[in-house]
């Protein structure tokens, strides 16, 4: 058997990093329709936004009020013009979920070279346009570490090169300490369908050590008052919202 436990995972415990879904059911019955709301959510943004770089998603329930934190590299192709975009996604979300009072924010991702998931897009669409991905996963390593991280690890698996057997290939630099509790380290993974088949696209990103409170969000910010949400937390917020 694995004996893998994923990073963040091991890190909520430890307080390093929060949930991607805040909330508290009412009652037992509560909980089971939340989760699968969630990930009714989440799997409709994740289509829909397929173009908007999409970092993570995260849900935030009081009292009757669903507030959805988008987190995206491309801010503009989620909101739309006018915010349009924005409206557009309130009304689907209303129709999917059945709820009234939603509320969608989008936050601009502050280093996209420091962010594990938009990493791992960028070098699954290199690899599915036939870019050599010895030379994609070097150029994504050296982005990365200049973007000030302390450490990076990419593997990527499959028919690589269109070889007949599979195979898998890492790179490294910097450092990883998977078994530290208190380093703050991302990890995504992304399936990228080619003509030679599926390849996997695996990244752990470094960013720092967390000695007190938790980790600092990859999140630009335009005011300097701490956000009310839960979880998203600093100076200021650059957002766009869909009331």
């Known amino acids: 058997m694995g004996q893998k436990a994923h990073p ?15 909330w508290m059911p009412g009652k037992i019955d509560e909980y089971a329709e939340y989760v699968e709301e969630d ?5 409709y943004l994740e289509k829909k936004l397929s173009t908007a770089l999409l970092s993570r998603i995260e849900i935030h329930r009081k009292a009757q ?3 959805i934190f988008v987190i995206t590299g491309r801010p503009g192709v989620v909101v739309g013009r006018g915010g349009q975009g924005l409206d557009s996604l309130r009304k689907s979300l ?3 979920t059945g709820r009234k009072d939603i509320q969608i924010d989008v936050l601009e991702v502050n280093k996209p070279d420091a962010d594990a998931n938009l990493i791992a897009q960028n070098i699954a669409s290199q690899l599915k346009n036939r870019v050599a991905y010895k030379r994609v ?3 994504a390593i050296q982005r990365s570490m200049r973007s000030g991280i302390l450490g990076i690890k990419i593997r990527v698996s499959g028919r690589l090169g269109g070889a007949e057997i599979a195979r898998s290939e890492w790179a490294k630099e910097g450092r990883i300490p998977n078994q530290t509790f208190r380093a703050n380290i991302e990890h995504s ?3 990228v369908p080619t003509v030679f088949g599926i390849i996997g696209v695996q990244v ?3 960013t ?4 007190e409170g938790k980790a600092e969000k990859n999140i630009k910010y335009k005011n300097s008052n701490q956000d009310r949400m839960g979880g998203l937390a600093g100076q200021g917020a650059r957002r766009q919202r869909a009331r």
């Open 8 to 22: 963040k995972s091991l890190r909520l415990a430890a307080k390093v990093v929060d949930f991607d879904s805040t």
């Open 94 to 96: 209303q129709k999917l």
């Open 39 to 43: 990930h009714k959510v989440r799997q």
């Open 189 to 191: 993974i992304v399936k």
């Open 137 to 139: 996963v070097k150029q």
């Open 65 to 67: 009020k669903l507030t």
């Open 208 to 211: 720092a050590e967390v000695l």
């Open 204 to 206: 752990s990103v470094f």
